[in-house]
């Protein structure tokens, strides 16, 4: 019996990589600062897993953007773009040079895309292959010189990898890559370079490697059998090799795969036994993994709780004997949670002393390995003390929100845009509004930042935001907007805004996780029932409401959204919280409405999300987050617009869940994808108002009128003109006015022409 976790959070217990990684890229250190800030951390790192007293310590799991990133450079996997002169040099900068290029883009190159590493909120690099690319393993290796720093210290690790399987199929095709051809079509030539990879480690000393298969918790995945089991063998074949671990997460991976990995030659199978708790009864269903040992993931890589450990022992004490051994082990990498709870100093101690960030769940995976050794005679007092203070589930119930979700049945989410359809027949055609945000600029965090540390009162507070709202809407006024907005100057981040404001949150002083690169967010905790103390909105927008003729669309963020970007309570089911989070939600629409408010927005940035990776549970998902959104928006006035906005452009997938959403408006991310949206559009007969973004506010390029102009032509193919509005793809928080002004009066210019042709 011995332990490990997958991986650990890279970024420092001060984000010391984000700071390093900007002030390499503003040109304020060198390479070779950059380069010792890393060592550090990952040093930081493997010490503090020694210490714990973890037995089988990760590497590699440091990266200075994403480790995708990383397995594409690793095998030179690199678009021609990158290879021009500018970034040929064999020395560090060069090397560094060329890789922040593909995460960030340089001068007129355009980054490698961007997207969700699965159902997390972690982001990762698309690697973009052709079937002409030949993968060679790099001259430098970093799993290799991570593997040398380590034993250096005196640490033997066990390298970590993105699988081949996985790193294929999240890769897409280049743009040159022939129909038909899948970036899987390289699989063969790819493994060769694995196994050359493996007999270097092996030389170098390494005992064992791990290789990373998320995939295999997907559909896709899990379809992809023949490849699996081409890989592995092979890969099982080599003789002067480490022992291989295969890991996955995020969900089981069914009892196919289990067959064909039991198989293959690889020693250890690292099964996830929290997001996938039917992994136990498919090992059972396949007699056992035989001589082959099972790494399981029983203490939540991806939540925030203290495990239960009771329940815990009893799933391991189940799979004694079904596997050659049994390691004790994170479910998935501690990556998406946040470092130590120990940096806390604010929280209650009744919600703290429920929490285990990355460093206390190290604790929980040694004290559940200590316990299934035999012999290890301290461990039932401890296991005692841990289920003497284990929290009291009953603690954090309000019994009115209860009450009030009952009395309120299932009948409340009617009266949506279907019944109070016929009031709108008389839209303008081409209505123009933005997504919420305008830039928010140094004053406004200052006076946000000076406001939080008792610099200025509330008093000044409001003064300096009514100030800017005055400016913002002035500007709207001018450049000709039809639909306004109060521009949440008042909003750090658009969960953590409301979750500051409802009871059942808490926020976190130093709860940072990475979201990509440099990029880290604070999720709040979501602990207990959900309720709304007092109005949380309403003054900033009426205020901005009485500076202006025009209609002032009023802002939220919607329930799934709320969850997707908090940790939250797992005594529940999601949908449950996520009704609690919606009457919430719900009694804000209603007095924004009774203040006057005729157009309020309920954003679901994150609907696709949470969309589970296996289309079985896509139903049942889809049945709880159209119901709460629904029900936080149901039942306003005939005259009243409900709005919504998701950054989400694969809209075909998803056309018909935004259909029963129920909203009258729905703006989508689709600068970057128009034709296929108007496409989806036609085919599925979708006719609720639609505001499909115009241009894409990721990019500081202004766009011009011109091709405004003939997206919204293109749109209205597909659209009539009174449902057809007229919007950026996303807030423009991030932007300057430099940008956004510009960009906004050709948007409008774009709409008037179009409207006077019809
Ligand atoms: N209303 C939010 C904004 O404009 C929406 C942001 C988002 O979709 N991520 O910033
Ligand atoms: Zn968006």
New binding site residues.
Partial sequence: MTTTVHGYPRIGPNRELKRASEAYWAGRIPASELDAVAARLRRGVWETLRDAGVAEIPSNTFSYYDHMLDTAVLFDLVPERFRTPAFAGEDRESELRRYFAMARGADDIAPLEMTKWFDTNYHYLVPELSPDQRPRLAASTKPFSEFTQAKGLGMMTRPVLVGPLTFLMLAKPAADAPQGWRPLDLLDDLLGRYAELLELLAAAGAGQVQLDEPILATDDGRAELVALERAYGRLGELTNRPEILVSTYFGSIGTEALEVLKRTPVERIGLDLVAGPESVDEIAAVSGLGDTTLVAGVVDGRNVWRADLAKALSTLGSLLGLARDIVVSTSCSLLHVPIDLDAETELDPVIRERLAFARQKLDEVVLLGRALSAGDEGITAELERARATAPDGAAFVNSRVRARLDALGDDVARNGHEQRGAARTDDPPLQTT????FPQTADVRKARADHRAGRIDDAEYTRRMRAEIDRVIALQEDIGLDVL?HG?PE?ND?VQYFAERLDGFVTTQKGWVQSYGSRCVRPPILYGDVSRPEPMTVEWITYAQSRTSKPVKG?L?GPVTMLAWSFVRDDQPLGDTARQVALALRDEVFDLERAGIRHI?V?E?ALRELLPLRAERHADYLAWAIGSFRLATSGVADTTRIHT???YSEFGRIVGAIEQLDADVTSV?AARSHMELVDDLAVAGYKRGIGPGVYDIHSPRVPTVDEIEAALRDALRAVDPERLWVNPD????TRGYAEVEPALRNMVEAARRVRADL
Avoid at 434 to 437: A, D, K, L, R, Y
């Fill in positions: 933005t997504i919420g945000s907005v949440e909003r658009m802002m963020t927005q954003d940035a906005h998701m950054c991310e996303c807030g423009l928080k």
